[in-house]
């Protein structure tokens, strides 16, 4: 009933994850609420480690900065792509360890910088300002960056125009014809040490051809740079492979991945005679689908459209307003209803845009039931806002039959959370 995703079952009519019923535990812990199968997500990280035995997988802490799952992770062995000093800081709690750390972004702080490198974590430098300023920040400091350099390959990603990142019009990484240039100017260049190729062509992908297209584009890159007496030791292909969001799409698993760009890689270090290591950077289809997101009914309107308000919006859940994305519908508390009816499934944001699933055929919905929104595991929380005063909710853990809260839901202390009234408006 739910594809590939065997953590999930209807069972007595309640939809359950790993078991555990989540009718229960919306009772327990209260709506909204994210609820992550422990098993599902080490299940997704063994599979990349199975398919990429001898590469380093850094997980994308973007799509999912809980520390509880960052643990799990951890202890599964991956590394961590972060892309802010807070991201740093997240991992480092979570126990990874700093030589298994890539600091990404393409516009980052003199402090980011100084804090990466006390970090001993490598830089991926996204231009040649960047590179330059950071070989000052080094020299300052009287260290060395170990840098990658993230790469535009101009690939067409084949995805969402908002999440693809390796077009030429893309604000990522330099680009492909100026790259032999930088890396031979880093070469020569107090307080950086260049390591190595970075590049990350999108998201939700579903198709290996682009990645296999941006390796190859690198490979030739490695060999140019080679050329000039450079030194290669990490190639990182970045993230971006999808998920099978609707029960119609097919996605490539870690090992097909591996099947396209593995031959590309080994057949260029072979030719080039280099051996670096290989680096992935996946974060959606490591997290997405082990986590669901529980909102209760609160109406249900018959309008123009069967309308179901529902006590989440955007706020807590923004890919659908964001990039029109699906998240499959289960109404939990009656999990093998048949369809009787069509509805858009709203929340209670003040925005027209506030529909987290439109024209779904589902059972007879009523005040009260319980809608789960699958999938929700990557930038489902991370993207969340308190957004018309709204908190945050709390997020669940299921592992070993139980179930730990592992985020506490914000009240509406968090609304007031460092706001400051000058006294002369006190009176
Ligand atoms: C540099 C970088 N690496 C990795 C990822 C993870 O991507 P995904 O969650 O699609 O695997 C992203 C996000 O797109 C990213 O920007
Ligand atoms: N936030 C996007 C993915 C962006 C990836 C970050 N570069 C999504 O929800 O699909």
């Known amino acids: 009933m739910f594809g590939t995703k065997d953590h999930l079952r209807a069972e ?72 802010s000093a807070g991201e740093l800081s997240l991992v480092r709690m979570a126990g990874i360890p700093g030589e298994k750390v890539l600091f990404n972004g393409n516009s980052k702080r003199t402090e980011e910088l100084k804090m990466a490198l006390e970090a001993g974590v490598r830089i991926s430098a996204d231009s040649l300002d960047e590179l330059l300023a950071l070989a000052e920040v080094a020299k300052e400091m009287g260290e060395e ?89 990490m190639m990182d292909f970045g993230g971006g492979l999808g998920i099978p969001y609707t029960p119609e799409t097919a996605a490539p698993t870690p090992s097909q991945l591996a099947s396209g760009i593995k031959p590309v890689f080994e057949e260029g270090c072979r030719r080039l005679g280099i051996s670096p290591r290989m680096i992935l950077e996946p974060g959606r289809s490591i997290v997405a689908d082990s986590t669901i997101f529980l909102t209760r009914v609160n109406v249900v309107k018959r309008a123009h459209v069967n309308f179901v308000g529902v006590d989440a919006g955007f706020n807590l859940l923004a890919r659908p307003m964001l990039y029109d994305a699906y998240h499959h519908v289960v109404v939990a508390n009656k999990a093998d209803g048949r369809a009787e009816e069509r509805y858009t499934v709203v929340g209670p944001i003040c925005e027209s845009g506030d529909v987290l699933a439109k024209d779904r055929n589902l059972p007879r919905i009523e005040r009260g039931d319980l809608i789960a929104m699958l999938d929700a595991g990557a930038y489902g929380f991370s993207m969340a806002s308190v957004y018309n005063g709204q908190p945050r909710c709390p997020e669940v853990l299921v592992g070993g039959g139980r179930a730990e809260l592992i985020r506490r839901g914000e009240d509406q202390s968090v609304l007031l959370s460092g706001q400051v009234v000058p006294a002369r408006l006190l009176k």
């Open 12 to 83: 007595g009519g309640h939809l359950t994850i790993d078991g555990v019923d989540v009718v229960d535990l919306a009772e327990e812990f209260g709506t909204p609420l994210y609820v992550t199968s422990e098993a599902r997500l080490r299940a997704n990280a063994r599979a990349y480690r199975e398919a990429f035995p001898e590469a380093l997988i850094y997980f994308a802490v973007k799509a999912n900065g809980n520390l509880a799952l960052l643990r799990i992770l951890a202890e599964e062995g991956l590394g961590a792509d972060v892309f």
């Open 145 to 233: 960056a170990e840098v990658a350099f993230r790469v535009n390959p101009d690939v067409s990603a084949k995805t969402h125009p908002k999440i693809a990142t390796g077009l030429k019009t893309s604000k990522f990484g330099i680009p492909w014809q100026d790259l032999v240039e930088v890396y031979e100017r880093a070469m020569g260049l107090e307080g950086v040490k260049p390591v190595g190729l970075h590049c990350h062509i999108g998201s939700q992908i579903l198709d290996t051809a682009p990645f296999v297209e941006a390796a190859a584009r690198m490979m030739e890159l490695a060999g140019r740079i080679v050329e000039v007496g450079g030194k290669i030791e």
